[in-house]
């Protein structure tokens, strides 16, 4: 217990730290904007390709742990859909709660699951992106498009989800890694240091982009949409990962994600899909918020539930 409370207390420490910055303004508006873009095209992108590629990927059965992310994105998915028969959301509304109900964090992710499981838990990490990423993008971009009827970007959301540099990196560590090509030496000492950088920085954004302010109208919202994502994904995590008879390492770095807050960029595609953005801004800070008391207590409960099967 006190193992993982104190390895996940300095991620959200920094996102505090990100957000009291930014209210601050501290150092200026225009750097967290920079500081976004750049840990996104190049920080993480460098942290994927350099971890992946050196990587012994014989730990990994990507069979099982694909699976068990499809089966968990298309329950979560149905979950959201159940939610919606017995209550009152319309159809805007509607594609804010599924988004909060399947997407997860890349920054908090990573940062977490390197700190509590090293090499591996980035390896482990990287893989789920590269499959999770793509399918969570396409189912709620579907959504979208059966709900809002706004079809317009359709095309252009579907592109920037196959230029995706988290996507491209996590292909190009898989590829370097599978046929023995490995990171190129001569870059290693450079791509080391950005990749220090790369989930110091993310946290810190991910603070910057809090706003406390939408929290108020939108509390039955985040209640919906966090007892899926943070309270019944982790669980059908766990269950297919023991249906599945996944590695207890690799089991638990999926509940990890399972149980991370939703994605910053949910925001960003609410707002070009016509969604309805202020409830997505709400989902995600509250999220954001519960998942610092809620990840800690959930795998703590889950890897007590393995023990004592």
């Known amino acids: 217990?006190?193992?993982?409370?104190?390895?996940?207390?300095?991620?959200?420490?920094?996102?505090l730290l990100g957000y009291a910055a930014k209210k601050a303004q501290f150092p200026g508006e225009d750097f967290w904007r920079q500081a976004e873009k750049a840990t996104y095209f190049i920080l993480f992108p460098t942290l994927l390709v350099t971890r992946l590629s050196t990587t012994d990927m014989s730990v990994v059965d990507l069979g099982a742990v694909g699976?068990?992310?499809?089966?968990?994105?298309?329950?979560?998915?149905?979950?959201?859909?159940?939610?919606?028969?017995?209550?009152?959301f319309d159809a805007a509304g509607f594609t804010s709660l599924y988004q909060g109900s399947v997407r997860f964090n890349v920054y908090v992710g990573l940062a977490a699951s390197a700190t509590l499981y090293g090499s591996l838990g980035l390896?482990?990490?990287?893989?789920?992106?590269?499959?999770?990423?793509?399918?969570?993008?396409?189912?709620?971009?579907?959504v979208f498009s059966v709900f809002t009827h706004k079809s317009g970007n359709i095309s252009s959301i579907f592109l920037?989800?196959?230029?995706?540099?988290?996507?491209?990196?996590s292909l190009l560590g898989l590829l370097l890694n599978q046929t023995g090509l490995g990171f190129p030496l001569i870059?290693?000492?450079?791509?080391?240091?950005?990749?220090?950088?790369?989930?110091?920085?993310?946290?810190?954004?991910?603070?910057?982009?809090?706003?406390?302010?939408?929290?108020?109208?939108?509390?039955?919202?985040i209640a919906w949409a966090s007892i899926i994502k943070l309270g019944l994904m982790p669980l059908i995590a766990f269950a297919l990962c023991f249906v599945l008879a996944l590695d207890l390492e690799s089991a638990e770095i999926i509940w990890l994600y399972a149980a991370l807050p939703t994605a910053t960029s949910s925001y960003i595609l609410a707002r070009q899909l016509g969604g309805d953005a202020p409830m997505m801004a709400a989902i995600i800070t509250g999220q954001t918020l519960i998942s610092m008391i809620s990840i800690p207590f959930i795998l703590i409960f889950l890897s007590f539930l393995q023990k004592s099967l």
């Open 123 to 142: 390896a482990v990490g990287a893989v789920v992106m590269a499959i999770m990423i793509p399918l969570l993008n396409l189912c709620c971009v579907l």
């Open 1 to 15: 217990m006190l193992e993982i409370i104190s390895a996940l207390w300095p991620v959200f420490a920094l996102i």
């Open 67 to 88: 699976l068990t992310i499809l089966l968990m994105v298309l329950i979560a998915s149905a979950l959201a859909f159940l939610v919606r028969l017995f209550t009152q």
């Open 187 to 221: 870059l290693e000492p450079v791509a080391e240091l950005l990749s220090r950088m790369a989930l110091p920085l993310g946290l810190l954004s991910v603070g910057a982009g809090l706003s406390f302010r939408v929290l108020v109208k939108s509390g039955k919202e």
């Open 160 to 169: 920037a989800i196959i230029k995706n540099p988290l996507i491209i990196s």
